[in-house]
């Protein structure tokens, strides 16, 4: 099963709709709810990522019997340091970012944290690739 | 150990307004957590967590729904919106207007028992 997701940088109302998207279908799949809530966690840091740090961005998601595999894909300024944004704390986040509630610097550490496996790849200037794939059985 | 309290008696204890979810506040929660930061309350692993918040956005209700958390509290007098509310229906959330401040609201809800989530 695939099915994507457009997502507009800087529009925070809209952030979360492919992670609601996803959560319902994981629902009806009856997935266990702690599996699903590590999914959805995971892919809405990542949406989040995309509204508060690129231009726009998509989510395209593939479910099969065994695992989910997301590609959160954007068009931004990347990222130079792979490595330094994945510490905890770091984070270039606006005013306005942090005034929706985000920017600590948590978003990457905490996908890494609730996706069995993370792949992360960007070009400066161009954009940034993020996969996550996770097993749906506990 | 959690001890559950109904989120009917949150309500209460907090001369709170119950804003939407009506049919769930018989619903029962064990632990509490307090933040204006979605990125904190994005790391919880507890379940049957009431989120006590003065960030009144979107996004608030956003986190609860990813995080399965089915009752927020709005400080400081803080009005949710229609938006907000559209989103909370959608995800069975009650959501709660409280006009006392954070730290009196923690405070009233740690009385009457409410666990901390850590
Ligand atoms: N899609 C992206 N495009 C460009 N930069 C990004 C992207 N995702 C993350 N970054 C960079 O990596 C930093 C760390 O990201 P991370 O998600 O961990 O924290 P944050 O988004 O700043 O805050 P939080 O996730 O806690 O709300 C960001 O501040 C930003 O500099
Ligand atoms: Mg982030």
Known sequence: ?138 | MASSIKIRKIAEVLDAQIVCGDSFIDHEVDYAFASDLMSDVLTLDSEQVVLITGLTNIQTVRTAEMADINCIVFVRGKRVTPEMIEVANENNTVLIECQYSMFKTIGLLHEVGVTPVY
């Open chain 1, 1 to 138: 099963m695939e099915f994507s997701y457009e997502v507009e940088g800087g529009n925070f109302a809209k952030a979360g709709n492919a992670a609601s998207g996803v959560k319902k279908v994981l629902k009806q799949l009856n997935v266990d709810p702690k599996v699903i809530k590590r999914i959805v966690v995971a892919l809405y840091e990542g949406e989040v990522n995309v509204v508060a740090h690129a231009y726009k961005g998509k989510v395209l998601v593939d479910i099969d019997t065994s695992r989910i595999y997301i590609r959160i894909e954007d068009e931004g300024p990347g990222i130079p340091d792979i490595d330094l944004a994945m510490q905890v704390g770091y984070s270039t986040a606006s005013a306005m970012v942090r005034e929706m509630g985000f920017g600590a610097g948590m978003g990457l550490p905490n996908m890494k944290r609730n996706a069995d496996a993370i792949e992360i790849s960007s070009k400066v200037g161009e954009g940034t690739v993020v996969e996550l794939t996770t097993k749906l059985t506990s």
